[in-house]
C-alpha cells in the first residue's frame, strides 16, 4: 500500500467512526430483522422455536390469493396509491412554488407551518375531525345541507363519495410534508438563472414554466419512486379509522392491510400476516426495480441506481 | 360374641380409616415436598386493568405472599396492564419467552395453545390445584384443548341470555312494568310507546360499538362454533347434529326484517353502525331510553354503577350455555413458566381461599374495603372511598372464584347463587364440550371475516333491505367459503359425539 492511500485512510477513520453509529442501527433494526421472513413459511410454533418450527410451504400465502376480494382489494390498493402520489405530488409542487414566491420571511415561516400541522396530527383525531364534517346527524356539511332546505347525505353509508373524500383527507395530510422537501429544493436553484430569465423579459409564470419545473425534475422523479416502493403497502389508519370501518363502505375502502387486519384478528395467526407484509414488500421491490429501470431509459441521470 | 363382632368391626374400621388417611397423608407430603422445596420461586401474575399501578398494589403483594407462604415456597408479583395495550404485551411476552406465569386469557386460547404458548396443566391440575378444581369442575369440561387444558373458567355469568336493559323512570312514564316484558313483541310495545312519549330521544342504542342495535337478537337460539357457522340449541343430538350457516337461517332472516321495520319506525339511534360513545355515556346524556344487549345476574349494579341513572332489566331470549362462553375467558399458565406446580398452588389459592379472593378482588381490608355484614358476606367502601379513589379493585369476571369472597354491597345478597343458578339452568348446547379446530379453514375465516364486517352490523341495523341484504350477505359467504367450514365443523362434530355419546 504506498503511502497516499494510508493517508487516505487515515483520513476517512473519523468519517468512518461517524457513520457507524447509523450503520449499527441500519443492520440492527433494518436487516437483521429480514431473518424475520422465514416465519412467512412457516407454522409458527413457540415451544419448538422459529428455525424449528415446521415448515408450511407457501400455504400461508393461499388466503391472499384465494379471497374473492382478492382483485377488489389489490386494485383498491395500487389505484389509491397512484392516485395519491400524483395527486400529492401535484399540490406539493404548487404549494412549494407559491412559498418560494412569497418574499416576507415571517409569511413564509406562517404558511409553512400550516401547511406543515396536518401532517403531525394523529390520524385517529383525522377520522374524528372527518367525522365532524360528514357525520348524518351532527356533521358540518350536514347540517348546512339541512340549513339550506336540502336533502342531507349519508356519507358513512354511500361508497361512491370515499375515493374523493380519501384522496382529499390524504393530500390535506400529506403535501405539506413533501411540499418543504420541494421549497428547499427550490431554494437551491441558482438565483443568476432567474435573473437572466428576466433581463430577458421572462415573466413570472415563464419563470415557474422554464426554470423551476424542469428544476425540480429530479426532485420528483426521486419522491416517485421512493413512493412507488410502497404502492402496495396502505395507510391502515386512513382506510380503516376514517372511514369508521363501516360496513356498507368496504368496497370503497378495502385495502391489502385493512383485509388482513379484518381477516386475522380472529385467528392472531403470525405466519399468515407475516405471509401478507412479504408479499407487500416483495411486489415493491420490484416495482421499485421496474419504475428505476424505465427511468433510467428514459433518462439516466435521474435514476436512483 | 356380639360385643366381639362390634369391637371387630370397629378395628376393622378403625383400621380402614387409618389406611385412608395415611394415603391421603401420603399423597400431601409428595406435593408438600414439590411445593416446599426450599427454593423460593417468584411467581409472576398479570393481567388488564384500567389503573397499571394502583395505589395498594405493593400491599395486596405482600398480604397474598403471607398467605402463599404455608402453602409453597413461592413469591407471587402482580402485574397489571392497561387494557388498550394488554393483548399487545401479552403476545409479546409470550413470543418473547420473558417471564410469565398465569396471566388472564381473553381470546385465541387454541391458537395460543397451537403455537405452544401455553402450559397444559391437566395432568397436575388434580394434584396441585385440587380446590380450584373441585370449584369449577362443572365447567372445566368446556376448556380442554384437544385434550389439553390451559388454565381455569372463571367463575361469571358463562350462560349467554340477551334481554332489554333500559331506563326506570321512562319505563314506568310508558306504564309498563318489568314483569309485562317477556317477548320481542312486548319489547316493541314498549318502544314504540317510548318514541311516542320521547321522540326527540333515541328509543334502543346499540349494545356495542359500531354494530347493530339488535346485534343479540338470535342470542340463545345458535351456537356459534366458528365464523357464523353453527348448531341451533335445540337441535336433537339422537341423530346426530346439523351444522348451518346461522346468517341463512329463518331465524336470522326474522331478525332483519324487525330490524328493517323498527328502523324504519325510527326506534333506532341513527348511524349506530359507525357510532364510536359507548353505550353508557349515550344513556348517562339523557338521549336514549335503552339498549338490546347482555342480561345478567349483576347487570343492574353493573349499569347503574356506570350511568348513574335507575336501570332495570329483563331477560328476554332463552339461556343458553356453550363451549365457548365457558372457555372464552380463563386464567392461563404461560408455557414458559418456571414451576408450574407452585404456580398451580397460587391459582388454587385464588379459586379456594377466601382471603386470597378478597385481597385480589378488593385489595386490603379497612383500607380499600371493609366488611358491611359479616354473617352475609357483604363487603362496600370505607368511609370516603368511593370508586374514584379506591386502591385496588378487580372486577368479578376476571377474579377467578369470587363466590368464595365477600359479595359487594350493591349486588343482591344472594348474588352468587342467583349466577350459579343463572348458569345451571340455561341449556346445554347439543355440542357443549366439544372445540373447533380452526386449522383446516384459516383462509376461509379471514375471508369471512372482511364479509361479516361488511354486512352484519347493517342488516342488524335495519339499514337496508332484509330480502337483498341478507340474500347478498349469503351470497358472499358461500363465495368466501362457508360451505367448507360447514363441512369441516359437521365432521369434526359428529366426530366428538361419535366419543362422547
Known amino acids: 500500500m504506498n503511502s497516499k492511500k494510508k493517508k487516505m485512510l487515515k483520513r476517512a477513520i473519523p468519517l468512518y467512526i461517524m457513520v457507524a453509529p447509523g450503520f449499527i442501527y441500519l443492520l440492527i433494526n433494518n436487516y437483521i430483522p429480514m431473518l424475520g421472513i422465514v416465519i412467512a413459511f412457516k407454522n409458527l410454533n413457540f415451544s419448538k422455536g422459529i428455525l424449528k418450527s415446521d415448515w408450511a410451504g407457501l400455504s400461508n400465502f393461499e388466503y391472499l390469493f384465494k379471497a374473492p376480494d382478492a382483485f377488489l382489494i389489490t386494485r383498491n390498493t395500487i389505484l389509491y396509491n397512484v392516485a395519491f402520489i400524483v395527486v400529492n405530488t401535484v399540490v406539493a409542487i404548487v404549494i412549494a412554488i407559491i412559498l418560494s414566491e412569497i418574499r416576507s420571511k415571517m409569511k413564509v415561516k406562517i404558511f409553512q407551518s400550516c401547511v406543515l400541522i396536518p401532517s403531525l396530527i394523529s390520524i385517529i383525531i383525522v377520522s374524528y375531525l372527518a367525522y365532524a364534517f360528514l357525520s348524518g346527524r351532527t356533521g358540518f356539511i350536514n347540517g348546512s345541507l339541512a340549513a339550506a332546505g336540502k336533502d342531507t347525505i349519508s356519507f358513512y353509508t354511500e361508497p361512491k363519495y370515499w375515493p374523493a373524500i380519501l384522496i382529499f383527507i390524504n393530500c390535506w395530510k400529506g403535501a405539506g410534508y413533501s411540499s418543504i422537501i420541494y421549497l428547499a429544493a427550490i431554494l437551491g436553484i441558482d438565483q443568476e438563472m432567474y435573473e437572466a430569465a428576466e433581463i430577458d423579459g421572462a415573466t413570472r409564470w415563464n419563470k415557474i414554466r422554464f426554470i423551476t419545473l424542469p428544476m425540480l425534475k429530479s426532485t420528483v422523479i426521486t419522491l416517485t419512486l421512493m413512493n412507488v416502493g410502497r404502492i402496495f403497502y396502505s395507510d391502515f389508519g386512513l382506510f380503516y379509522q376514517v372511514p369508521m370501518n363501516s360496513g356498507a363502505l368496504i368496497n370503497a375502502t378495502n385495502t391489502i392491510d385493512t383485509y388482513v387486519y379484518r381477516g386475522l384478528i380472529e385467528l392472531g395467526d403470525i405466519s399468515m400476516s407475516s405471509a401478507a407484509c412479504v408479499y407487500q414488500s416483495l411486489v415493491g421491490f420490484v416495482l421499485v426495480l421496474t419504475a428505476n429501470w424505465v427511468t433510467k431509459k428514459l433518462s439516466s441521470e435521474n435514476a436512483l441506481f | 360374641m356380639k360385643k366381639k363382632l362390634v369391637s371387630g368391626l370397629l378395628v376393622a374400621a378403625m383400621s380402614l380409616s387409618m389406611l385412608a388417611g395415611s394415603i391421603v397423608s401420603l399423597a400431601d407430603e409428595a406435593t408438600d415436598a414439590v411445593l416446599k422445596d426450599g427454593d423460593t420461586t417468584e411467581i409472576l401474575m398479570v393481567w388488564p386493568g384500567s389503573n397499571a399501578s394502583p395505589a395498594s398494589m405493593q400491599e395486596v403483594e405482600d398480604a397474598m405472599n403471607e398467605l402463599i407462604a404455608p402453602v409453597a415456597d413461592a413469591k407471587i408479583k402482580l402485574q397489571i396492564i392497561e387494557w388498550g395495550a394488554y393483548d399487545d404485551q401479552i403476545n ?410
Request: proline content about 3%; aromatic content about 10%; glycine content about 8%.
Open chain 2, 92 to 501: 409479546l411476552m409470550l413470543s418473547s419467552g420473558e417471564k410469565l406465569d398465569i396471566f388472564l386469557g381473553t381470546s385465541n386460547i387454541r391458537e395460543r395453545g397451537q403455537r405452544g404458548q401455553l402450559y397444559d396443566i391437566a395432568e397436575d391440575v388434580q394434584t396441585y390445584a385440587p380446590d380450584a378444581y373441585a370449584a369449577m369442575e362443572r365447567y372445566i369440561n368446556a376448556c380442554y384443548f384437544d385434550g389439553a387444558l390451559y388454565g381455569l373458567p372463571i367463575y361469571r355469568d358463562m350462560a349467554a341470555q340477551a334481554g332489554l336493559i333500559c331506563r326506570k323512570d321512562i319505563l314506568d312514564e310508558t306504564g309498563f312494568t318489568v314483569d309485562d316484558v317477556k317477548t320481542m313483541d312486548d319489547v316493541e310495545k314498549v318502544i314504540e310507546k317510548v318514541h311516542e312519549l320521547h321522540p326527540e330521544m333515541y328509543a334502543l342504542i346499540p349494545s356495542d360499538l359500531k354494530s347493530g342495535c339488535l346485534l343479540n337478537y338470535i342470542k340463545g337460539q345458535f351456537d356459534d362454533i366458528s365464523s357464523g357457522v353453527g348448531v341451533a340449541m335445540d337441535d336433537d343430538t339422537s341423530d346426530g347434529v346439523t351444522v348451518v350457516n346461522i346468517y341463512d337461517t329463518d331465524e336470522y332472516k326474522e331478525m332483519a326484517k324487525v330490524a328493517y321495520d323498527w328502523n324504519q319506525k325510527g326506534y333506532f339511534m341513527p348511524d349506530s353502525t359507525t357510532n364510536t360513545t359507548p353505550r353508557q355515556d349515550i344513556l348517562k346524556a339523557n338521549n336514549a331510553f335503552g339498549y338490546f344487549g347482555n342480561y345478567h345476574p349483576g347487570i343492574v349494579t353493573q349499569e347503574v354503577m356506570n350511568t348513574g341513572m335507575d336501570i332495570v332489566a329483563m331477560p328476554i331470549t332463552e339461556k343458553s350455555l356453550s363451549t365457548q362462553s365457558v372457555n372464552n375467558i380463563e386464567w392461563l399458565v404461560a408455557a414458559q413458566t418456571e414451576n408450574p406446580e407452585k404456580t398451580l398452588a397460587v391459582l388454587n389459592l385464588l379459586y379456594s381461599s377466601a382471603d386470597f379472593q378478597n385481597l385480589f378482588r378488593y385489595g386490603i381490608e379497612g383500607k380499600d374495603y371493609e366488611v358491611k355484614d359479616a354473617e352475609k358476606g357483604i363487603a362496600g367502601y370505607p368511609e370516603g372511598v368511593t370508586s374514584a379513589t379506591v386502591g385496588w379493585g378487580n372486577e368479578m369476571w376476571l377474579s377467578g372464584n369470587a363466590s368464595v369472597g365477600y359479595a359487594w354491597e350493591t349486588d343482591p345478597e344472594d348474588v352468587f347463587e342467583k349466577y350459579s343458578e343463572f348458569n345451571d339452568t340455561a341449556t346445554l348446547s347439543p355440542l357443549y364440550g366439544f372445540i373447533y379446530d380452526t386449522s383446516n379453514v384459516k383462509n376461509e375465516i379471514t375471508a369471512i371475516s372482511n364479509v361479516k364486517d361488511k354486512y352484519k352490523a347493517i342488516i342488524e341495523n335495519g339499514d337496508a333491505d332484509p330480502e337483498t341484504a341478507v340474500a347478498e350477505f349469503n351470497e358472499e359467504l358461500k363465495a368466501a367459503g362457508i360451505d367448507h367450514i360447514i363441512e369441516d365443523v359437521q365432521a369434526q362434530a359428529d366426530a366428538w359425539l361419535a366419543e362422547n355419546k
